[in-house]
């Protein structure tokens, strides 16, 4: 039966009927309809999940299934990475949509219409075997994105955070465009794994370095990668509550997800020989990303601009764990996705929980304000302990698999990397914990002027005096998500071979283009190693400790303290000055990277 | 023959692609790149494409003006609102 | 001829972002943005072309005939509604920002910083 | 980052973008001289495959399908993106009510009226035209869409658009643009049950002439409903938004 099709068509029905009818239809009707049509699509992407256990799902729509070995229509490629991911944002989203019933402002349906399609786009580019169609559904999950950036239209830095995420990304969509256009021109087709057999039979030239670099270039926009990065904690500190659990847990994970498919798909046979070249440029990347993430995300006052540079820096620990260029790595980075996925769309629910009751976003002006929220504190400090993956919790469990795959190519110097990234966000999250909820912590001398006081009260119904449950249920669910993903039996094990897959170019393109699909041999991933565990609770240890100086740290007594406190903070600054908020600063950025990273795989790949 | 005229319009193309960037003023770029559409249309045309031209007419030259030009028109009213009311811009 | 065709995608994708780099007004900056997206039609088309060929249209001419080629031509069709859809939602996201800034010049939105 | 150093920082990696796309285009082949496999096999079959005569639109319509299906969608959510971000917000709407929401503004003339009801016929037919011969000359649903939405929408300026606002027809608007959305989706479900896969063409091509194509005629028109749709309602949301600052300003 063809689950792929109907799992993107529900949601897409349910947008199109909610619409037609948008005047007449209740508000609770809207809500059910949101929440059951992002379920269905749930269970149908679980299936689709347990299909593609026995081998690459392939749908040619319409029927058009190749003619003379050359795909002439458009096909679904669905492996077990595809599908995990597609349920993961189906889960994701029915989150959303549960906790997004409590919203009500407008009369009109539009958020739930925006959700859903914006859930279909997600899906439909997890699943595509096709770059133009990944294209098609990347600007559909754009779009929608877009406006749900911009809902809360009453608060200025909303405005200015959809227009900075919309023109960026959609400079991005235009280099990914223009790089499927230069991959037609040589390989005269669309399919990722026709592309994938043309390009196979010659080394890459500059039209195949290049064609890679826009494609790639275009989708690391959406995954906020260093210098394509600014847009995304403008973006994501504004969005209601509902759409940051899909953006914080699960967009810019999209992002990287269509490299990586592109690259192991398509472009891999072409650069097999320069391999170690390109995983030098992407693990040094995704280590400035990581880098720069974390030391953002410790001087964010405002908690979900906190959150979204926490979003950068994991990205670019994915980015390491993608730029191995190994199954070991890919299974990593997925199982990692997975914990910290959950952990931050759960914090930006606790978040949201916080807005609710507490009326406010800033840390320093929140401090003790939380007191009476003993749930939402210990769910707030776990989210925390998860980013600094404490084991046995998901974050762990990837972390350590991440290890072992640099150790295996050599870049153990990126562990370090990845355990500075988790320390400096969990620990920013943890003295958030510590000054809303504890009062810890002296008392801000100047607390920061801001017009999100209050933030979503414009768009909110009902009293806040206590947490209504379709807030706090997804709260535990995600945040429990992310700690079970640590000691599910069997989950490294799957990861790995559904990496192993993912990362099989020839198998891929035997599936699609001879209809010969094989289930992954069962795969072994090995057990984390003593050390790890000791990495794991030091950091978090770490973590903690970092949140305690920030929190209690008595003025510095000597000289050389007060100067080197003043060295970094200057340094923290002049980063932070660099995050202006002017579009024009940004596409400039944009560009440079484009030509850096262009010029990096000039260098790595011929 | 097709070459030269190719060639003209891709020229004109080049040249109206700066003329829309270096108009600044709001009114008259939708002008410009209403033109701008049309070339783009008959470069299409020369390319052999006429669905993409067709596209490109209604699009470039009637669609997207005719909201830059309410956009542009609803930001003034709210302009000529601020300064009838004395706010600070 | 061929260096003519591809530079001049070359060239609209680099004064279009100029454009957007350097513009004192959101409207301004939106269209700038159509003249970027203009750079991926021309090249996509200028890829898909042959000399002499015919518009892959059969009503007046016989199946068989050298046509240039279609699929580039449907690939661009989805784009040009891309465009109008996305310059339809950044015009509504300018119109907001003036109402809540009073201002179109992207450098005074100044909402944002660090 | 001051206007100076962000141009300098842009124009350093122009030059270098221009390099890499000259590097690039190097590599492909002379300009008309593409020998690509996909399209010349699209080229060759669209005829034999569906009667149609339009390569392009059999292409757009059945080969690649889905990404019409993904496309059609943008147009859908960019309208309800558009509606979300331009929507009038609770203070708004309270200032709006005090002076005077709902009064009627400055009516069309009266010459302006008769031209727009004597063109709007003869732009209605080009627009069916245009729609329904999509899948063999040339157009199609979606610049036919385009042609009927502002017809449309220039017949309700004709009318006085306030008039139009009070009976509220933007909803049935509303309807016809989701509709046409969901139509093409419910054409690629009706494939599902009647054929075999999604999206399959499951109405005979026929022979020749306007019933060619199979279910091509009819994704042309609901193509076209939800392009004529969302225009409108594109266009009277931004006008919308003028008219109520007006009468604020009053």
């Known amino acids: 039966m063809d689950l792929a099709p109907l799992a993107l068509v529900v949601p897409l029905l349910a947008a199109a009927a909610l619409a037609a009818v948008a005047s007449h239809v209740r508000r609770a009707v809207a809500d059910v309809v949101t929440v059951l049509a992002a379920a269905a699509s749930t269970v149908l992407c679980a299936l689709l999940l347990a299909d593609a256990g026995s081998g690459t799902v392939v749908e040619w729509f319409g029927g058009w299934e190749p003619r003379d070995g050359v795909a002439i229509g458009i096909s679904f490629a669905v492996d077990e990475i595809g599908a995990a991911l597609a349920v993961f944002v189906a889960v994701l989203a029915t989150a959303a949509a549960i906790f997004s019933s409590r919203y009500l402002e407008a009369d009109e349906p539009y958020l739930h219409v925006l959700l859903l399609v914006f859930l279909a786009g997600m899906l439909g580019f997890c699943l595509a075997g096709d770059v133009f169609t990944m294209f098609v559904f990347f600007e559909l999950m754009s779009v929608a994105a877009f406006a749900l950036a911009g809902y809360k239209i009453d608060q200025s830095e909303a405005i200015e955070g959809s227009l900075n995420f919309a023109i960026t990304n959609t400079i991005g969509s235009f280099l990914l465009l223009s790089g499927i256009a230069l991959t037609y021109g040589r390989t005269g087709a669309l399919n990722l794994a026709q592309i994938g057999e043309a390009l196979a039979t010659q080394p890459a030239d500059g039209l195949v370095v290049v064609a890679f670099a826009l494609i790639a270039s275009g989708f690391l926009v959406k995954a906020a990668i260093v210098p394509f990065h600014f847009w995304l904690a403008d973006a994501y500190a504004v969005a209601l509550t509902p759409a940051c659990l899909l953006f914080g847990g699960a967009m810019s994970e999209l992002g990287l997800y269509g490299v990586g498919r592109t690259y192991f798909a398509a472009f891999s046979a072409a650069f097999e020989s320069h391999q170690a070249e390109l995983r030098a440029v992407l693990i040094g990347v995704g280590a400035l990303t990581a880098v720069v993430g974390a030391v953002m995300c410790v001087q964010q006052d405002h908690l979900k601009r906190m959150l979204a540079f926490a979003t950068v820096a994991y990205m670019g620990v994915f980015l390491i764990g993608m730029g191995t260029l190994s199954a070991e790595g890919v299974a990593g980075t997925a199982v990692y996705v997975l914990g910290d996925g959950c952990a931050k769309a759960g914090l930006f629910a606790c978040v949201g929980i916080v807005q609710h009751r507490c009326r406010g976003i800033s840390e320093l002006r929140l401090r003790g304000r939380g007191r009476d929220l003993a749930g939402t504190a210990a769910l707030f400090a776990l989210g925390g302990l998860l980013l600094a993956s404490l084991p046995p919790f998901g974050t762990f469990l990837g972390k350590s698999m991440l290890g072992a795959a640099l150790r295996a190519e050599g870049y153990g110097w990126a562990i370090a990397v990845i355990v500075l990234a988790s320390v400096l966000t969990g620990a920013a999250v943890l003295r958030a914990a510590g000054r809303v909820f504890g009062g810890w912590g002296a008392r801000p001398e100047h607390p920061p002027a801001t017009e999100e006081e209050g933030a979503e009260r414009e768009v909110e119904r009902g009293a806040a005096a206590r947490t209504p449950a379709v807030m706090w249920v997804p709260a535990v669910l995600l945040i429990a998500g992310g700690v079970a993903a640590g000691v599910w039996p069997g989950l490294a094990d799957a990861a790995l071979g559904a990496a192993e897959a993912f990362t099989d170019r020839a198998g891929y393109s035997a599936a699609v283009l001879e209809g010969a699909a094989v289930a992954p041999p069962p795969a072994h991933a090995s057990s984390p190693p003593w050390f790890d565990y000791l990495i794991g609770v030091g950091s978090a240890a770490c973590a903690l400790g970092v949140a305690a100086l920030a929190l209690f740290a008595p003025r510095p007594r000597s000289r050389a303290a007060a100067e080197l406190g003043a060295v970094v903070s200057r340094c923290g600054a002049g980063l932070r000055a660099l995050h202006s908020g002017r579009i024009g600063d940004y596409v400039a950025w944009l560009l440079a990277g484009f030509t850096a990273l262009g010029g990096l795989f000039g260098l790595a790949l011929t | 023959m097709t070459t030269a005229l190719q060639a003209t319009i891709l020229v004109l193309v080049a040249a109206g692609g700066l003329a829309v960037v270096v108009t600044r003023e709001p009114a008259k770029q939708a002008a410009v790149s209403s033109i701008f559409g049309l070339l783009l249309a008959a470069l299409f045309f020369s390319y052999q494409a006429p669905d993409v031209a067709l596209s490109q007419i209604v699009v470039g030259s009637v669609a997207v003006p005719a909201m830059i030009l309410l956009a542009l028109a609803k930001v003034r009213e709210g302009d000529r609102e601020r300064e009838g009311s004395g706010e600070e811009p | 001829m061929t260096a003519l065709a591809y530079g001049v995608a070359a060239w609209l994708l680099v004064v279009g972002i100029a454009g957007v780099v ?90 944002i910083r660090g | 980052m001051s206007r100076r150093a962000r141009f300098v920082l842009f124009a350093i990696s122009a030059v270098g973008a221009a390099g890499l796309l000259a590097w690039a285009f190097a590599g492909l082949p002379e300009f008309g001289d593409y020998q690509g496999r996909y399209g010349r096999i699209v080229a060759a079959s669209a005829v034999p ?46 200032r709006g009510r005090a002076v005077g929401e709902g009064r009627r503004g400055p009516g069309p003339s009266e010459s302006l009226r008769l031209a727009g009801r004597l063109l709007v016929a003869p732009v209605l037919l080009l627009g069916i035209y245009i729609v329904s011969h999509g899948h063999l000359t040339p157009g199609g649903g979606f610049q036919g869409g385009v042609v009927l939405g502002t017809a449309m929408f220039l017949l309700f300026l004709s009318a006085g658009y306030l008039a139009f606002k009070r009976v509220r027809p933007v909803s049935v608007v509303e309807a016809v643009e989701a509709g046409g959305a969901a139509g093409f989706a419910l054409i690629g479900v009706g494939g599902l049950l009647l054929g075999a896969v999604f999206l399959e063409n499951f109405i005979s091509p026929g022979k020749s002439g306007l019933l060619t194509g199979g279910t091509i005629p009819l994704s042309n028109a609901a193509v076209g409903l939800e392009v004529a749709g969302a225009l409108i309602m594109i266009l009277s949301e931004f006008l919308d938004q003028r008219l109520l600052v007006r009468e604020r300003s009053r």
Request: with cysteine; proline share 3%.
């Open chain 4, 49 to 94: 495959d569906r009667s149609a005569t339009e390569a392009v639109a059999v292409t757009v319509f059945d080969y690649r399908a889905l990404d019409t299906l993904g496309e059609e969608f943008i147009l859908f959510v960019s309208v309800f993106g558009v509606l979300a971000l331009l929507r009038i917000h609770r203070g708004e709407r309270e």
């Open chain 3, 22 to 111: 350097t513009s004192r007004n959101l409207i301004h900056l939106v269209v700038c943005m159509s003249v970027v997206q203009a750079s991926t039609y021309v090249l996509l088309l200028g890829i898909g072309y042959r000399s002499g060929a015919k518009a892959p249209v059969f009503a007046d001419i016989p199946t068989g005939t050298r046509v240039v080629d279609p699929v580039v031509q449907a690939l661009t069709l989805t784009d040009v509604v891309v465009e109008a859809t996305v310059i339809a939602l950044l015009l509504a996201i300018a119109v907001q920002a003036h109402k809540r800034f009073g201002t179109l010049d992207p450098d005074r939105l100044g909402a």
